[in-house]
Nanobody
Framework: QVQLVESGGGLVQPGGSLRLSCVAS????????MGWYRQVPGKQRELVAS???????NYADSVKGRFTISRDNAKNTVYLQMNSLKPEDTAVYYC???????????????WGQGTQVTVSS
């Protein structure tokens, strides 16, 4: 089946930058929207940023001006460039993709396993 694998997380100091990557593999006929979500213990998972197949983007207010989402359709990859990181950005970041696996199916959402981002001095 479709598998999403995130990379690029880690420990960074406040004000620093990280770039997350997510690669979709497996049987993929077409990928529509891709996005990044994040979650901290005890709280609901929240949308950070999303991007459609046509390049239209959407960001959470808390990250506007600091984060940039992009994608490479030829590589089935989505990126999240995170600049000016703050301690409150600390979370597990999850990749999401809305995928059609064949011409006969409707879109379904797939998730990566998550990558930890920790912002601390």
């Amino acid at each position: 089946q479709v598998q999403l694998v995130e990379s690029g997380g880690g420990l960074v100091q406040p004000g620093g930058s990280l770039r997350l990557s997510c690669v979709a593999s497996g049987i993929v006929f077409r990928i529509y929207t891709m996005g990044w979500y994040r979650q901290v213990p005890g709280k609901q998972r929240e949308l950070v940023a999303s991007i459609t197949s046509g390049g239209s983007t959407n960001y959470a207010d808390s990250v506007k001006g600091r984060f940039t989402i992009s994608r490479d359709n030829a590589k089935n990859t989505v990126y999240l460039q995170m600049n000016s990181l703050k301690p409150e950005d600390t979370a597990v970041y999850y990749c999401n993709a809305r995928v059609v696996r064949s011409i006969a199916t409707i879109p379904a959402d797939y998730w990566g396993q998550g990558t930890q981002v920790t912002v601390s001095s």
